[in-house]
T-cell receptor, first 115, second 115 residues
Framework: AQSVTQPDIHITVSEGASLELRCNYS??????LFWYVQSPGQGLQLLLK??????LVQGIKGFEAEFKRSQSSFNLRKPSVHWSDAAEYFC?????????????FGTGTRLQVTL | GAVVSQHPSRVICKSGTSVKIECRSL??????MFWYRQFPKQSLMLMAT?????????EQGVEKDKFLINHASLTLSTLTVTSAHPEDSSFYIC???????????FGSGTRLTVV
């Protein structure tokens, strides 16, 4: 069964600084990887996803992520963080693109942005 | 883009009563619906997967008689928490997929408080 690890529970960065959120997955075949953001009391918004092709994926709000098969990682990055980026970030993996393929989530990383 | 409308956003009920949560896909047909539960400051845990017109598949440890899922149409799925108890208080989120879509569309979540 697939699993996802987000090693950092809580990260604090200054506004304008760069950001990298770590995600490692465990899955035997090519995974389908996602990053979501959740504001308090809200649902999940998709930032970006990787299914195949270019391993550097661009997402919304200036985020990008790089799939590294050799490291089983899919880290999320942003060159310059804005105060509005403060939220909970979840990495997730699916077995395949089939409609019944379920998402497995990591434990999340809470991002705090200081002014 | 794809939208899933989830209602209610917040509900408070008395212990022993039942609560129904609805998720509607507004501009696509939700072939598969996933129901998640999220405790404060924790990740999303999949409760069950339902395909339109079929019985839901529950994850291990989830009581199917307590959490009734109905997916009778391609645009509506409901989760009913029966005989609710305070330990059922949580944030419930649905997620929908369509046969032709690669992603998952999440509802905005329902905060259930059982008193």
């Amino acid at each position: 069964a697939q699993s996802v690890t987000q090693p950092d529970i809580h990260i604090t960065v200054s506004e304008g600084a760069s950001l990298e959120l770590r995600c490692n997955y465990s899955y035997g075949a090519t995974p389908y990887l996602f990053w979501y953001v959740q504001s308090p009391g809200q649902g999940l918004q998709l930032l970006l996803k990787y299914f195949s092709g270019d391993t550097l994926v661009q997402g919304i709000k200036g985020f990008e992520a790089e799939f590294k098969r050799s490291q089983s990682s899919f880290n999320l990055r942003k060159p310059s963080v804005h105060w509005s980026d403060a939220a909970e970030y979840f990495c997730a993996v699916a077995e395949n693109t089939g409609t019944a393929s379920k998402l497995t989530f990591g434990t999340g990383t809470r991002l705090q942005v200081t002014l | 883009g794809a939208v899933v409308s989830q209602h209610p956003s917040r509900v408070i009920c008395k212990s022993g009563t039942s609560v129904k949560i609805e998720c509607r896909s507004l501009d696509f047909q939700a072939t598969t619906m996933f129901w998640y539960r999220q405790f404060p400051k924790q990740s999303l845990m999949l409760m069950a997967t339902s395909n339109e017109g079929s019985k839901a598949t529950y994850e291990q440890g989830v009581e199917k008689d307590k959490f009734l899922i109905n997916h009778a149409s391609l645009t509506l799925s409901t989760l009913t928490v029966t005989s609710a108890h305070p330990e059922d208080s949580s944030f419930y989120i649905c997620s929908a997929r369509n046969r032709g879509r690669q992603g998952y569309t999440f509802g905005s979540g329902t905060r259930l408080t059982v008193v």
